[in-house]
């Protein structure tokens, strides 16, 4: 007796299924749109967290001078 061969398909990421939904539910330019958002989000979190290291480079070069 010969076994039917198993064909191994990968699993989409929880990301693919997320993007795949959107593609469903949003116009072209509404993705775009969220997708431009969600960049200027990120970057607004990347330039607080410089301002807290500069910051705190700043006061440590006050408090170590005699």
Not at 1 to 25: H, K, N
Not at 26 to 33: D, K, P, V
């Amino acid at each position: 007796m010969q076994t039917a061969p198993v064909r191994a398909t990968p699993i989409p990421s929880f990301g693919d299924a997320l993007r795949a939904v959107e593609s469903l539910l949003l116009s072209s330019g509404q993705r775009t749109a969220r997708r431009n958002a969600w960049t200027s989000v990120l970057e607004d979190r990347r330039r607080a967290k410089d301002r807290v290291e500069a910051q705190r480079v700043l006061e440590q070069s006050f408090v170590a001078r005699p």
